[in-house]
Nanobody, 115 residues
Framework: QVQLVESGGGLVQTGGSLRLSCTAS????????MGWYRQAPGKERELVAR???????IYEDSVKGRFTISRDNAKNTVYLQMNSLKPEDTAVYHC?????????WGQGTQVTVSS
């Protein structure tokens, strides 16, 4: 059973930065496309960034140029560097495979951006 643990969220002001981390209980990142998802209150979960096995990245339009996804296979960790944060980025952020596996959903980490 793989466990994913997200961390690094918090409360920041508009324009601030946060770096999220997602650590797996065993090495899955080198074998799978991984993604960061977010779910805001009253909205469906959305995929905001993904990183392929070869390191290629794709971003949802609203975060392009502000968010950067990266991966450290040796540490079984995926990161999401978030800059120029906006109130609309407020959500619970999760990592998972792309497409996601139900059993991989962790607790997530809350990101709150104040205006």
């Amino acid at each position: 059973q793989v466990q994913l643990v997200e961390s690094g969220g918090g409360l920041v002001q508009t324009g601030g930065s946060l770096r999220l981390s997602c650590t797996a209980s065993r090495n899955i990142f080198s074998l799978n496309t991984m993604g960061w998802y977010r779910q805001a209150p009253g909205k469906e979960r959305e995929l905001v960034a993904r990183i392929g096995i070869g390191g290629s990245t794709i971003y949802e339009d609203s975060v392009k140029g502000r968010f950067t996804i990266s991966r450290d296979n040796a540490k079984n960790t995926v990161y999401l560097q978030m800059n120029s944060l906006k109130p609309e980025d407020t959500a619970v952020y999760h990592c998972n495979k792309v497409p996601p596996l139900r059993s991989y959903w962790g607790q997530g980490t809350q990101v709150t951006v104040s205006s």
